[in-house]
């Protein structure tokens, strides 16, 4: 009776939207007659930080305070279409349409600028606080408030833009089966190490120390948040979470909140995250996404862990202690395999 | 059903509803009184999130009647801040990203609240078991304790209402 370490690791290439294509996103941009923008958008933040993102990029663009501006995504009836929140793709689709609608916008803001300032819309720069100057001439400037009353109150202009982003759908051929999946695909890889006990089955993990590629992280701290916040979900899956324990049976199945079994706080693994930047060449500034990704490379991790622990091979999740239990008696007991790589020395 | 007559103190305010028997505190706060900051998660006290502090002492509102509330203090997450003045809680929740969704946290600033009041200095694993009742789906829980631990070290922890006569 004792217990048994084990290291597993798995690498995950995932793509970022869905994958043949065809998910459009839409962003539309206006300013207000106080200088300030706001960005609407029909897809959702459930906590992933996409407004923070959208706000981000949009500021950028924009060439203006993110202070000044607003992201407005409250509602899908009557904000400009998107697929939605899924897949990943936030960062990716709707930054990517967000950037076109912000360069329509700022070229309508120059021009308005322009036109009070009796200049070339083309001469002139924004400063990122609020002005806009001719270039090399910081003197002759116009705040973007300014210019945004004057646009409304005196051209008659509307500093807006339009901003779509579409990988079209690819297209199967019919003979081969071939077809173009490709679009910005980010890249992970996971080392998971746990310990066994081969009297009770019970799983615990130990440590994880993992690598992201993600492109341009727009925002780290939120990308660290979400890396932390996925494993921890992935380390739910591949041990505890199950509607169904006997799936097609649908006996001891949970049957609400109080069944339904997952980690607390008490399990949390130490986790080491280093995330590698590799701008990608059709991102907003480079940027891909973390999203759905977070979770994906632990679940194999620790199926490969408890392999390499105990001998057990269990290819259906979660792997609860009753199947490490059967895989350990159909193997006539413990078979651990070779200890894999050194000690973590990160901790 | 005649509606039964019950008064507390929310969040240092006099509060008086008129409710059913069988309502919960939870459904009292939120229905009746506007206070949206307890949240209705499984309502059957499995994940904390509607987590309210009754005499300084956490309860599960969803499971607590709000006719055994009366002449009691309540307070919620909503009483935390002092007007522009966050709890240290709260800065050190937002200090240490652990919110994302956010649907938690109402809930885990009110147990780690309660802990701090009874144990301003706690260990690793005091603040683990004070928030084993409440679930996170976002965080991984790791940046929740931490913001709780740097809360604890940082200075102007205030106490709650009920917590300094516990
Ligand atoms: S709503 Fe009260 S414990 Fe879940
Ligand atoms: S932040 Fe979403 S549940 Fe905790």
Redesign the interface.
């Known amino acids: 009776m004792a217990r048994h370490e084990g290291r597993g690791m798995a690498s995950v290439n995932y793509p970022i939207g869905m994958n043949l294509g065809g998910d459009p996103s839409q962003a539309l941009i206006h300013s207000n007659p106080d200088g300030k923008f706001t960005v609407a958008l029909s897809a959702i933040d ?4 996409m407004k923070q993102v959208s706000r981000q990029i949009a500021a950028e663009t924009l060439g203006v305070p993110i202070e000044d501006v607003h992201v407005d995504t409250a509602d899908s009836d009557t904000g400009p279409h998107d697929m939605g929140s899924f897949a990943s793709r936030g960062t990716h689709r709707m930054g990517n349409a967000i950037i076109v609608a912000a360069r329509e916008a700022r070229g309508v803001l120059l021009e308005a600028a322009a036109e009070e300032l009796e200049v070339d819309a083309g001469d002139l720069v924004t400063d990122g606080r609020g002005n806009i100057h001719v270039r090399g001439a910081p003197s002759r400037a116009i705040t973007v408030k300014a210019t945004a009353q004057a646009a409304q109150f005196k051209q008659g202009k509307t500093i807006a833009g339009r901003g779509i982003f579409l990988i079209p759908l690819s297209a199967v051929d019919a003979e081969t089966g071939e077809m173009n999946p490709n679009t910005a695909f980010a890249h992970a890889c996971l080392v998971a190490d746990v310990a066994v006990d081969d009297e009770t089955g019970e799983v615990e993990v130990l440590r994880m120390t993992s690598a992201y590629e993600l492109g341009r992280v727009i925002n780290p ?2 990308v ?3 890396l ?6 992935g380390m739910s899956h591949a041990l505890y979470e199950t509607p169904e324990p006997y799936y097609p049976n649908p006996e001891h199945g949970p049957r ?3 069944e339904y079994l ?1 980690p ?3 399990e ?1 693994a130490p ?1 080491h995250v280093t995330v590698l930047e590799r701008p990608a060449p059709d991102g907003p500034y480079g940027g891909k996404g973390p999203g759905e990704m977070c979770a994906n490379p632990v679940l194999p991790a620790i199926a490969n862990a408890v392999y390499n622990a105990v001998g057990v091979r269990v290819d259906e999740l979660p792997i609860t202690p009753e199947k490490i239990l059967r895989g350990l008696q159909a193997n006539g007991g413990v078979k651990p395999g070779p200890r894999r790589g050194g000690p973590v020395n990160w901790r | 059903m005649a509606k039964i007559p019950v008064q507390f103190r929310l969040n240092g305010s006099d509060r008086a509803a008129f409710v059913d028997a069988p309502e919960t505190l939870l459904n009292t706060l939120r229905r009746g009184l506007g206070d949206f900051a307890p949240k209705y ?2 309502g ?4 904390g999130v509607c987590t309210v502090l009754i005499d300084g002492e956490p309860h599960l509102s969803c499971l607590t009647l709000s006719v055994a509330c009366e002449g009691k203090r309540i307070e919620t997450a909503s009483g935390m801040a002092d007007g522009p003045d966050l709890h240290p809680l709260q800065a050190q929740f937002m200090e240490h ?1 652990a ?4 649907f938690c946290t109402p809930g885990m600033l009110t147990v780690a609240r309660a802990l701090l009041d009874r144990n301003p200095n706690p260990t690793r694993d005091e ?3 004070a ?2 009742g409440n ?1 996170c ?9 931490a913001a709780i631990l740097a809360a604890a070290g940082s200075p102007g922890m205030r106490r709650s209402e009920g917590g300094r006569h516990a």
């Open positions: 459930l906590g992933q930080g701290r939120m660290e948040q979400q932390v916040g996925g494993a921890w979900m609400d909140f109080n997952m607390g706080p008490g949390i986790y | 998660g499984c059957q006290g499995a994940c990203f919110a994302q969704c956010g603040v683990i078991e928030i084993s679930i789906r976002c965080t991984g829980y790791e940046p929740i304790v």
